[in-house]
């Protein structure tokens, strides 16, 4: 695996990687493995999480993360990503990237000679779904089997989760509402990919049945990046989907609820389940320190 820019590039190593999570987190992977290695971070959309876990997680693990905004770029005036990513690969061992567009990260990653780790884009979030994926094991004990149930908009992040969800072997239910379903293409892969792992994935537009019986409820902003001027209308159609205590009591008596963060109190997600014993979404917010950590050490470790 050179790049990390969906969690199709990583079928056959997501176990490895939540692995070396595991050892990172519990210290059994120890000293600066990353050490005279330079990983540069682009940031075209704003970002507290992401950039924060890679830059303190390159620091742990004795690397150095420089921090390169789009708009101090020659990005900003025009350069091609062509030509900056032969450049950076010159100085960098490896470059993260959150952007708009996932067409140009793949473009950044075909003329790097470096690895590219995309933070996010318009179509994934896979750095996000490996702290998901870490979270869940640590409060289940596993993840084969287990349902999550994503509720909302099915973004980016929930994208990432139905692949992570196929190649894992737990279930996962996306409750929207008609005509916010994930991508097409990437249901389809995790589709298939789930005949191999025995996932069940699916689709559920009634957001009461899709929660029956489930492990794990999910959620995310009903408003992304980029989609603010549908924000009145939006809000009224995913009005029923809102996670909130009632829409809870209809799991597994001990569902643990996620949320990948910023959330909108009173919209997706109410205060009361956010703090409540069953929230595990301060803990999932720190596992992504250690799942970047260990995407980190996989992809540049030379040991």
């Avoid at 990005?75 to 960098?92: K, M, Q, Y």
């Avoid at 989760?161 to 239910?173: E, P, W």
């Avoid at 957001?207 to 492990?215: F, P, S, T």
């Avoid at 009632?246 to 956010?274: F, K, W, Y």
Wanted: charged share 25%.
């Amino acid at each position: 695996m050179k790049d990390l820019l969906s969690m199709s590039d990583v079928e056959d190593q997501v176990d490895t990687i939540l692995s070396i999570a595991e050892d990172l987190k519990s210290g059994k992977i120890t000293g600066k493995p990353l050490e005279d290695k330079y990983l540069g971070m682009i940031f075209e959309k704003s970002s507290t999480r992401t950039r924060v876990s890679f830059e303190v997680g390159m620091h742990q693990l004795g690397g150095t993360p420089l921090y390169l905004s789009s708009k101090d770029l020659q990005l900003n005036r025009g350069e091609p990503i062509e030509d900056t990513a032969r450049v950076l690969s010159r100085f960098l061992d490896c470059i993260m990237i959150r952007a708009k567009n996932h067409d140009d990260v793949e473009k950044l990653a075909e003329y790097s000679t470096i690895p590219i780790i995309s933070g996010l884009t318009d179509l994934e979030h896979p750095c996000q779904a490996f702290a998901d994926l870490l979270t869940i094991k640590e409060y289940k004990g596993k993840l084969s089997g287990i349902k999550l149930v994503f509720v909302g908009d099915g973004n980016n992040v929930c994208n990432s989760l139905l692949l992570a969800s196929a190649y894992t072997g737990m279930n996962m239910t996306v409750a929207c509402p008609p005509g916010y379903e994930p991508d097409s293409a990437i249901y389809k892969m995790a589709l298939k990919a789930a005949k191999k792992s025995g996932s069940k994935i699916e689709i559920e537009h009634d957001v009461y049945k899709a929660v029956e019986n489930a492990d794990v409820l999910y959620t995310d902003v009903w408003v992304s990046m980029g989609d603010e001027e549908e924000q009145a209308e939006r809000e009224l159609i995913f009005k029923p989907y809102q996670i909130n205590a009632e829409l809870l009591s209809q799991a597994n008596d001990d569902a643990i609820v996620m949320h990948c963060l910023p959330a909108i109190r009173g919209q997706e997600i109410t205060e009361d389940v956010m703090v409540s014993s069953q929230s595990a979404i301060w803990d999932e917010a720190e596992n992504r320190l250690h799942a970047q950590k260990a995407i980190l050490y996989y992809l540049l470790n030379e040991d």
